[in-house]
Structure formats: structure tokens, C-alpha cells
């Protein structure tokens, strides 16, 4: 207990589309995102409490290459944190496979995965379609969800995929969601455990509800995309402040709260007290 109040149960870091290249690359010819993904990492390491677990939620790489996916695992190399990741669009299941090789569900194919962390199951589904922008849940997909989902009626569940399953109003990047989201919005209303859905690939913050579980867009360590919703711009990003997603889950009632916290990466002044020691305000 802490001023009366329980610490969060579970925490989970979620950092998304990191888009690294082959050493000395950099994305766009601009954006480098191995100084970006470095100062993530170390953010990670110091932050506390200590989350439990980091979710990568797709785009680890920019364009798939042994060299690109050897970089990646060297820059991933001093998180201190456990570690799961699903691929993007951007990815490709057989070099991500060969470069991060623990904990998927099939020896083959699809990527999903699944851990438990004391009284939540953190659940990773691969929505990528080969050589494609959107994303889908294909048949087996589903089937492997569904078992899932269906394996407790007690635990809290925290989805993650690359794919928004809701708009954004940014019209280019709405055209690449997930394609069946009517599928897994039908699924979750039969497994109300899902507390969560945290998707990544807009590079951008955003917040929503979606088949009754809180659902969100994780923001980027590197770029953003330009929040363009009226589509003045061709597809374009911007460099913003680089940040990363808590997702902190708190026990109490059903199946607990979800909390999602926007964490910013970098060194910014204080923390200052707002009382002196006789409990003045300053």
C-alpha cells in the first residue's frame, strides 16, 4: 500500500514501431531510428516501478533483412525487462522467428503468443497479411483466440496486435486497420475478461472503446504520423516527442481496471515538490 492505495498488480510496457534499419540505415533517410529505439530502451531500464513485461507491437524493422533483424536484437540487448513481440506489416514471420525464437504458440506460420503474469494473461495475435498494409485475423487466428479467451473465466485479459481494429480519421492510415474487426468485436462481446485491446502502426497516441474493452494506439520511440484528418497532406510524419504506452492493471472487481498511461522518453525537469515541510503550499 502506498498513501492508501494498492500499486498496480501487473504493469506492462508497450513500445510499437520501431522501424530499425541495418546498422547506420536510417528511415526515410531521416529518422534514426536506432538512436530512438537506445533511448527507449534506456527510459525502460529506469523506469519504476519496474514493469513486468515490454510488448513489442509490430514494425520492429523497417524493411526485413537478417542485417536490419541482427541490429534490432543488438539494440533490444540491454533491456533489462522480459521481452514479447508481434510482428507488423513491415516484418516477416521467418526472420522475426529466427531473430527473437521464444514463446510463440505454432512451430509454423502465425506469430501469436500468450504469457501469464499473475492474474492476467497478456495476449499477442499476429493480424499481418503477407506483402500487405492491413491487417486481418485470419480463420486460424480467430480459432486460436477463441481458445484462449476461453481457457478461464476468472483472468483478466490484455490483447495486442499491429492493427487498429477501430478509425482513426486519418484517412491513408485507416485505409491499413484491421480488415474483420466486426470478428474480433463479436469474440471479445462473448469474453468480456478482454479488459484491453492495444494495437500499434498509426505512430500515434489514441484512445477509444471498442466491443466494450478499453482500446488504444500506442505512440513511437522515433516519428509520428501526421495527424492529418481532414487529408490536406499526402502520407507524411512528423517528429514529435518520442513516448511509449503503461498499461497498468489494477485487481478489484470482475476482471480489475485497465489504466493506460503516456510515458514521454527523455530527461525533463523536476519532480518539485508542491508542498514545503510544514505542508504549506509553495
Known amino acids: 500500500m502506498i498513501g492508501g492505495i494498492s500499486a498496480p498488480s501487473v504493469l506492462i510496457a508497450q513500445i510499437s514501431d520501431l522501424h530499425i534499419k541495418p546498422v547506420g540505415l536510417r528511415a526515410y533517410r531521416r529518422v534514426d531510428t536506432a538512436a530512438a529505439l537506445a533511448r527507449c530502451v534506456k527510459e525502460l531500464n529506469r523506469f519504476a516501478p519496474r514493469p513486468d513485461l515490454v510488448v513489442i507491437s509490430g514494425d520492429l524493422v523497417d524493411a526485413p533483412s537478417k542485417a536490419a533483424y541482427d541490429n534490432l536484437v543488438e539494440l533490444l540487448s540491454p533491456l533489462e525487462i522480459p521481452f514479447a513481440a508481434v510482428p507488423g506489416n513491415h516484418d516477416d514471420r521467418d526472420l522475426m522467428r529466427t531473430a527473437i525464437p ?11 503468443s500468450m504469457r501469464a503474469i499473475r492474474e492476467v494473461d497478456v495476449v499477442l495475435l499476429d493480424s499481418v497479411v503477407p506483402g ?15 481458445s484462449v479467451l476461453a481457457a478461464s473465466s476468472a483472468r483478466a485479459a490484455l490483447l495486442f496486435m499491429h492493427h487498429p481494429p477501430f478509425v ?9 486497420n484491421l480488415r474483420n474487426a466486426d470478428d474480433l468485436a463479436a469474440m471479445l462481446r462473448r469474453h468480456s475478461r478482454a479488459r484491453l485491446v492495444a494495437a500499434g502502426h498509426v505512430h500515434r497516441a489514441a484512445l477509444t472503446s471498442f466491443a466494450g474493452a478499453a482500446a488504444t494506439i500506442c505512440p513511437a520511440p522515433n516519428h ?11 502520407p507524411s510524419f512528423v517528429i514529435e516527442p518520442p513516448a511509449f504506452h503503461l498499461h497498468a492493471w489494477v485487481p478489484g472487481g470482475e476482471f480489475g481496471t485497465t489504466v493506460t498511461h503516456w510515458v514521454p522518453i527523455g530527461d525533463f525537469d523536476g519532480p518539485h515538490r508542491f508542498f514545503d515541510d510544514s505542508g504549506e503550499l509553495l
Open 102 to 112: 521464444d514463446g510463440y504458440a505454432r512451430a509454423t506460420g502465425a506469430l501469436h
Open 132 to 146: 500487405c498494409d492491413y491487417g486481418t485475423l485470419d480463420a486460424e487466428a480467430l480459432a486460436w483466440l477463441e
Open 168 to 176: 482513426t480519421g486519418i484517412s491513408h492510415m485507416d485505409l491499413q
Open 224 to 234: 509520428a504520423v501526421t495527424l492529418d484528418l481532414n487529408a490536406r497532406w499526402p
